[in-house]
């Protein structure tokens, strides 16, 4: 009895590789769908589908070679990871922050405000008293400096973060960003006038 190489690693390392490509796919075209990505979830769905197809037919192929099973369940297991990483690094979408405190929330309110992050206020009536409940909308990529500042004015304020699936009109700090450029833009246009 020979060794084949080709039957006992190639094909179950192609399987696993593949396995994690369909599941990281399918990971973002559910991620893509719930945010409304109409367009893009069916091409992400169809790719994931065809690679799915190609990875079943090596396990059925080699039905005998257990290498292929392995594989197969590794791929599933390390493609969950990955999709979720990938889902991180993107981080794409927009969540709402709701802040809840019973400290004077005015120092948190004007750190937010200064950074262009778009804030509702609103005094409200909780367990032990008299709250203030402060909403945001922020990009998801901005999740990290809304807690900070959370953490810097108001450490023991109770949060909660959820997933918006669309916003209509909104303060963003990318917006801020975005007249820099353009009012850099417009003073060299100026200037090149002059010459």
Same mark, same amino acid.
């Given at each position: ?8 690693? &190639?094909? #179950? $390392? +192609?399987? %696993? /590789? ?14 893509? @769908? ?5 367009? &893009?979830? #069916? $091409? +992400?769905? %169809? /790719? ?14 080699? @039905? ?11 791929? %599933? ?119």
């Amino acid at each position: 009895m020979t060794f084949d190489l080709y039957t006992w690693v &190639i094909i #179950p $390392v +192609l399987i %696993f /590789f593949a396995r994690v490509l369909d599941v990281s796919v399918g990971t973002m075209r559910i991620i893509f @769908l719930a945010r409304g990505g109409k367009w &893009i979830a #069916p $091409v +992400l769905g %169809f /790719f994931e589908v065809l690679i799915w197809l190609l990875a079943i037919r090596q396990v059925m192929e080699n @039905l005998n070679n257990p290498l292929c099973y392995l594989g197969y369940a590794g791929g %599933f297991a390390t493609g969950n990871f990955v999709g979720m990483l990938l889902e991180e690094r993107l981080a794409m979408g927009t969540l709402m922050v709701r802040t809840v405190t019973q400290a004077d929330a005015r120092a948190l309110i004007d750190a937010l405000n200064v950074e262009n992050y778009g804030v509702t206020a609103v005094d409200a009536q909780g367990a032990m008293g008299p709250v203030s409940v402060i909403f945001t909308v922020i990009k998801r990529k901005n999740l990290g400096r809304v807690l900070e500042l959370i953490q810097t004015h108001n450490p023991r304020a109770f949060y909660t973060v959820e997933d918006t699936r669309s916003v209509g009109e909104g303060v963003f700090p990318s917006r801020e960003r975005a007249a820099k450029p353009a009012a850099f833009l417009s003073v060299l246009r100026r200037w090149r006038k002059g010459k």
